[in-house]
């Protein structure tokens, strides 16, 4: 995805790029491969405040350097989706800021209660990822998606690039189509993820369609809801338990660390009144 943005000088080496952190960390690493090396700022979500993201920390969106705002919701790997409080001030926030690209990771957004994602806030401006694996437990499978909207930012900041570079991505992919210009953005990124050449085989093999398409006529019938909500129930209480042996091993760390401490002043204090005994002769 950053590649492809780079590819059509949306962004450039040594631009700026925002993160909501915690972060995902692919999301870390790959800015400063040397791919890249793009300028990082990071929105520190308080774990105080359940993981959510202050005002002062989005507003940092406001700055004009930067130039795309990734974020994942819910969190990873707090697991805490961003309030609608929040969600509605980054929508103020591009109103003001038309040119913001965000990217919004909404994998885990089936898992929350009453999830809202960015892309139904901020659709012109945000590309949407999300993933079948993990609601249906189908990881090695590598089933994910992206989305855009028919109308978007990405579109209209590439119709608005310099002759001289719309001539260079003319001819990288005149080869698939006979009106390149008119190629949109997430074609472009289909065709770029076979390097173009190989623009036919681009996108999931035909086992991976049928699953997708399973998949997504499952979820279409399943109208009450009954998956996701037995789904939402094993993990919560698979986290529950998690959480209370993690409660277990630390206080049992505590009792360790506290005995070894009590054991370490006995010896201490039975080498001092040793000591003093052979030096007093007793």
């Not at 019938?221 to 986290?239: F, G, Q, V």
């Amino acid at each position: 995805m950053v590649a492809v943005v780079l590819l059509h000088h949306l962004i450039k080496a040594g631009d700026t790029i925002a993160l909501g952190c915690p972060i995902f960390t692919p999301y870390i690493e790959i800015p400063t491969l040397n791919d890249y090396e793009l300028n990082v700022v990071n929105l520190d979500a308080d774990v105080e405040n359940n993981w959510q993201y202050s005002k002062a920390e989005l507003d940092k969106l406001r700055d004009p350097k930067v130039k795309v705002f990734f974020l994942v919701n819910p969190s990873n790997p707090p697991s805490v989706k961003i309030s609608d409080e929040s969600l509605e001030y980054v929508t103020e926030i591009v109103k003001e800021r038309p040119d913001l690209v965000l990217l919004t990771d909404d994998v885990y957004g089936t898992f929350a209660d009453d999830f809202v994602s960015l892309f139904a806030l901020a659709p012109k401006n945000t590309i949407l990822v999300y993933s079948y694996s993990k609601y249906f437990g189908a990881t090695g499978w590598r089933l994910g998606t992206i989305a855009t909207h028919k109308d978007n930012l990405l579109d209209k900041l590439i119709a608005e690039l310099p002759k001289d570079t719309k001539k260079i991505l003319h001819k990288r992919y005149e080869s698939i189509m006979t009106e390149p210009d008119k190629l949109k953005f997430i074609d472009r990124l289909v065709a770029d993820s076979r390097t173009v050449a190989l623009d036919h085989t681009a996108g999931p093999s035909a086992p991976q369609q049928v699953q997708m398409v399973l998949f997504s006529l499952f979820s279409l019938m399943e109208t009450p809801d009954a998956y996701k909500n037995a789904l939402k129930r094993l993990i919560r209480s698979a986290s529950a338990r998690c959480s209370r042996k993690s409660a277990w091993r630390s206080t049992r760390r505590t009792r360790t660390r506290s005995t070894t401490t009590r054991s370490s002043t006995w010896s201490i204090s039975a080498s001092a009144h040793m000591a003093a005994s052979s030096s007093t002769g007793c």
